[in-house]
């Protein structure tokens, strides 16, 4: 079976978007899908209007450190998940990714909560590398088939255990929930999200205008065989293969 699930748009495209952000999380699970948003949002203006919410616990500037890194940057979020949880505030998609700051469960208990708690008016969620561990922890992934980073495929894949975990899998589509593995695989993940919804054509079109190729193949893994072999940096903390 393949771990690609296309998703016919039942509402048309989504536009209101999200990304729950966590001290210690892997700055391309982000920044690779959102620079993917940034250029959407290009090429359907004027005729479609997306939005991004950027959310945290507070308004503190959030960083991608971890104990293990000397170089970090930070990013200021625009809403609180309280605001995000107001009755007039819409997330059609909401991204969540991973890092060394998921093996923290204190760390990543707010947004843990949130995701629990917004999940069930959410139309999308998404998840990068150790992100699926975070959804697996709030129970929204229960039955559901996901995957996640190799390197870390024990650690995450127990945060789950009613989770159908799919090792060999660059990403999984399951419904409304989309998984990648680790980190760059995010943004294959995001185009194909983005062909499944807004068209073949325009997730090509973005590729193309990105100088990238593509990752076409949701079953093509080259790195499933890498499943605890190399482990950098200490238990928790995230080495250079982030986590």
């Known amino acids: 079976m393949s771990s690609q699930t296309p998703e016919v748009p039942q509402q048309g495209p989504p536009t209101r978007f999200a990304v729950a952000l966590f001290p210690g999380f892997q700055a391309l699970d982000i920044f690779g899908p959102l620079d993917v948003l940034n250029m959407l949002s290009k090429q359907q203006a004027p005729q479609l209007e997306l939005s991004l919410l950027v959310l945290s616990s507070t308004l503190t500037p959030v960083s991608t450190r971890t104990p293990a890194s000397s170089v970090a940057q930070t990013v200021v979020p625009t809403h609180t998940f309280a605001d995000a949880l107001r009755d007039d505030r819409r997330i059609d998609v909401l991204l969540v990714p991973g890092g060394g700051g998921t093996r923290d469960p204190q760390n990543v208990r707010p947004v843990v909560d949130f995701v629990r708690a917004a999940f069930p008016r959410l139309r999308f969620l998404l998840t990068v590398c150790t992100g699926s561990a ?110």
């Open 134 to 243: 975070v959804a697996a922890m709030a129970g929204v992934l229960d039955g559901r088939r996901a995957t996640s980073n190799k390197r870390a495929w024990d650690w995450a894949t127990s945060q789950g255990p009613r989770v159908q975990w799919v090792r060999r899998a660059r990403w999984v589509a399951d419904g409304s929930v989309w998984s990648s593995s680790g980190i760059s695989a995010g943004i294959d993940m995001m185009y194909a999200f983005v062909g499944a919804q807004f068209g073949a054509e325009v997730a090509a079109a973005l590729a193309d205008a990105s100088e990238y190729v593509r990752n076409e193949d949701a079953d093509a893994d080259p790195f499933c065989g890498s499943v605890d072999t190399v482990v950098v940096g200490k238990e928790g903390e995230g080495g250079v293969d982030g986590r």
